[in-house]
């Protein structure tokens, strides 16, 4: 995986995805995710996390936004996706110490979904450091028909 950028100023991309966080649905978590999408001509799509009270039906902001760009016709053509998670504070105290990362469902979709080579971002939410890198290097072995 690609390393970190320490401090990095937040891309657009980021920006965008840290503003629509603020829309997630998360009255259990507290964690609020964004993420927004930049298509091959230029158009953002943006998605956040939905829980439930059944938390198997909960909904991540990756999916909402790829899922949402596909319904808008965009299949084939998606180039870059950023990722924003507010600094939260988990279950008995303790600190949430990394960035958010996609989960293995949205890496799942995002590696069938996105180029191989698309651009991937997201930041640490305590220290600004920005990573960049792809689907592939974030799911090597995904499954494939």
């Not at 829309?23 to 953002?44: E, M, R, W």
């Not at 600190?95 to 979709?109: D, K, L």
């Not at 939410?125 to 960049?132: C, F, K, N, R, Y």
Request: charged share 15%; aromatic share 8%; hydrophobic share 40%.
């Amino acid at each position: 995986m690609a390393e970190p950028l320490e401090k990095a100023a937040l891309t657009p991309l980021l920006s965008e995805a840290q503003r629509v966080s603020s829309h997630a649905y998360a009255p259990y978590s507290h964690f609020l995710v964004g993420a927004a999408i930049q298509t091959t001509d230029g158009q953002i799509i943006t998605g956040v996390n939905v829980e439930n009270a059944s938390y198997g039906l909960t909904h991540c902001a990756e999916r909402t936004a790829l899922f949402t760009a596909i319904a808008q016709g965009y299949a084939g053509k998606l180039k870059a996706i950023a990722i924003w998670a507010n600094d939260v504070k988990q279950q008995y105290g303790q600190r949430f110490e990394g960035a958010a990362t996609p989960c293995g469902a949205c890496r799942q979709v995002m590696a069938e979904l996105l180029p191989p080579d698309a651009e991937v971002q997201f930041v640490h939410p305590q220290t600004g450091a920005i990573t960049h890198t792809t689907p592939s290097e974030l799911l090597p072995l995904s499954f494939t028909l």
